[in-house]
């Protein structure tokens, strides 16, 4: 079955054409990012303008030499989280072509709907078995979740404050780095290693690292890196490779840490990493180190960097394994979506 997808919730508009949730076709992506560095993030109007340009080109790039949109069987669309001027977007345009076509619309959760990136084709063999525990680090959530099969999630838990990615781009914003903040901090954090003798990461806090729940937060760590830049003041410049390998350190050692802790109560057999934050390198080696040193059997999936970002072929994916369309009708974006609802 082939799924046209079409992914609007943020700052990029993207439409793929995927079959059977596991083999791209195609997978067109137009990013405002550039508009947002600028401006140091994202202001939604703007975005919401990008998405109303760029809708229909990506669309018909990405059904060009594909059999065109007539060789779809049916379309799936984020409904939510997201803004909703962006949300907006894409919804309306795939209600109109579902009616317009006659072909079955199905509505995707865009935290779901990362998870589904590990089914995509990649150079495995293997696809992910049940149960699987999976992590959702993106610019606005960070969830820990139970997979017992398709369309049966149990959250164990989540972000009280700021998200993991929130925490990158807004101690980004603290260091004068671009935006988004994750590829600026961990360019610079990578600078850091190649010069340091890897000393000890442990200038800031980690919290609700040892708490017994699964939750996190992060808003602590932005009001330490305040208080750092601060004292450091003029000496800041020739201190930021150091500052974003210890930002980078802590955030990942919390991710790490929690879901290890959940893979050894819970004793999943796959582990799914998902989110913009998954492209992060330090984070997949330390995930990888940990679960081999770990003794635990469990297989470790990550997509690669780029199907990690927002892109409409896990949009397709999942719209496939949790094939369930409803009337145009009834489909409606939902800014505040959660991952279960
Ligand atoms: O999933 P995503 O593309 O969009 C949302 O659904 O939010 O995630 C975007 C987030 C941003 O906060 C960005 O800074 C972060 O993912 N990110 C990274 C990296 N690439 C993107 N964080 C750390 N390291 C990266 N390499
Ligand atoms: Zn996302």
């Not at 067109?28 to 508009?35: C, E, G, P, Q, T």
């Not at 760590?221 to 150091?242: A, H």
């Not at 959940?262 to 180190?289: C, E, H, I, T, Y």
């Given at each position: ?7 609007t919730s943020c ?31 994202i202001?939604p109007?703007?975005a919401a ?28 669309v984020t409904i939510g989280p997201g803004l909703i001027g962006s949300l907006l977007?894409g919804v ?15 509505p995707v959760n865009h935290l779901i709907g990362h ?21 959702v680090?993106s610019g606005g959530h960070t969830d ?11 959250l164990?838990?989540g972000t009280r404050d700021d998200a993991?990615?929130e ?164 489909v409606n974006a939902n800014p505040s979506l959660t991952i279960v609802s």
């Open positions: 079955m082939k799924i046209l997808g079409i992914e700052d990029e508009t993207s439409a793929a054409i995927v079959e059977d949730g596991t083999i791209i076709l195609s997978n067109v992506i137009a990013s405002s990012i550039d508009l947002h560095a600028k401006t140091g993030g202001i109007e703007q303008r990008k998405q109303v340009q760029s809708i229909i080109p990506v669309i018909q790039e990405s059904v060009k030499n594909r059999g065109g949109i007539e060789g779809i069987d049916s379309i799936a977007v309306e345009t795939a209600k109109t072509i579902s009616t317009l076509l006659g072909k079955p619309i199905i998870i589904y990136a590990n089914w995509l084709d990649n150079k495995r063999q293997s696809k992910p078995e049940f149960p699987a525990l999976a992590l680090v820990l979740v139970l997979l017992f099969g398709h369309g049966d999630i149990r164990l838990g993991a990615g925490a990158f781009d807004k101690t980004a914003r603290l260091l004068k780095l671009g935006y988004p903040g994750g590829p600026s901090i961990s360019a610079e954090a990578a600078r850091y290693d190649e010069k340091s003798s890897k000393s000890e990461l442990n200038m800031f806090p980690r919290p609700m690292i040892n708490k017994k729940n699964y939750d996190f937060s992060f808003s602590g760590l932005k009001t330490s890196v305040l208080r750092k830049t601060q004292n450091l003041d003029s000496n800041l410049q020739t201190q930021i490779p150091q500052l974003s390998a210890e930002i980078q350190e802590a955030i990942v050692d919390v991710l790490v840490h929690k879901s290890l802790k959940a893979m050894r109560v819970f004793k999943p057999k796959s582990f799914l990493l998902a989110g913009g934050v998954a492209a992060n390198q330090r984070l997949r080696d330390k995930f990888n180190l940990e679960i081999n040193n770990s003794k635990l059997k469990i297989d470790f999936y990550v997509p690669p960097p780029q199907l990690c970002t927002d892109n409409a072929a896990y949009i397709a994916g999942a719209a496939f394994f949790n094939y369930s369309p409803i009337l145009w009708s009834k």
